[in-house]
T-cell receptor
């Protein structure tokens, strides 16, 4: 089983649609969880952290289910500018004082169509 | 916010030559920097962890003699791809953090290496 697995995608949705991405992770000791966004040929950028209680940032809602080792990202009212690849990212373990390593999923590509 | 500068953004080199990529933290001190590689349509794969003042830690399958990492100061880490081959062509990205952020590591803009 891969460390971080995501929906294969691509997701092609019309503007205004709601779209959900799922992600599972294999290491039950993982401590931190994030969604990153990566535009074509660009570096990843942090979209939001994911907390057990769930968290929302505008049109974006992230959920974490530690028992099922499952993370989700919901995007409401999709915009053309949301088109990108969304990366599920997990910090598998604390790697030393003051440092964290990240494990990336392959990403799910989203295309929002006019 | 934290800014990481990576240079060059794009490089084309001949097989057998070496290429150096620089990663600088501009407004903070980075005790740890990470070097990733991303092949087309693949996920970012951690190559090595660079710690200031000590030897880098390489991930399994990454040749330390081929990918030389130097983290001589708290603001600069370099990755040198030695004796480059076409299969080394990839997108190399560094990230850095001061150890305070959780997961919010800042990424450099990446270096697209093409070996011909």
């Amino acid at each position: 089983r891969k460390e971080v697995e995501q929906d294969p995608g691509p997701f092609n949705v019309p503007e205004g649609a709601t779209v959900a991405f799922n992600c599972t992770y294999s290491n039950s000791a993982s401590q931190s969880f994030f969604w990153y966004r990566q535009d074509c040929r660009k570096e990843p950028k942090l979209l939001m952290s994911v907390y057990s209680s769930g968290n929302e940032d505008g049109r974006f809602t992230a959920q974490l289910n530690r028992a099922s080792q499952y993370i989700s990202l919901l995007i409401r009212d999709s915009k053309l500018s949301d088109s990108a690849t969304y990366l599920c990212v997990v910090n598998p373990a604390y790697s030393g004082a003051g440092s964290y390593q990240l494990t990336f999923g392959k990403g799910t590509k989203l295309s929002v169509i006019p | 916010g934290a800014v990481v500068s990576q240079h060059p953004s794009r490089v084309i080199c001949k097989s057998g030559t070496s290429v150096k990529i620089e990663c600088r933290s501009l407004d903070f001190q980075a005790t740890t920097m990470f070097w990733y590689r991303q092949f087309p349509k693949q996920s970012l794969m951690l190559m090595a962890t660079s710690n200031e003042g000590s030897k880098a830690t390489y991930e399994q399958g990454v040749e330390k003699d081929k990918f030389l990492i130097n983290h001589a100061s708290l603001t600069l880490s370099t990755l040198t791809v030695t004796s480059a081959h076409p299969e080394d062509s990839s997108f190399y990205i560094c990230s850095a953090g001061s150890g305070v952020q959780r997961g919010g590591y800042t990424f450099g803009s990446g270096t697209r290496l093409t070996v011909v």
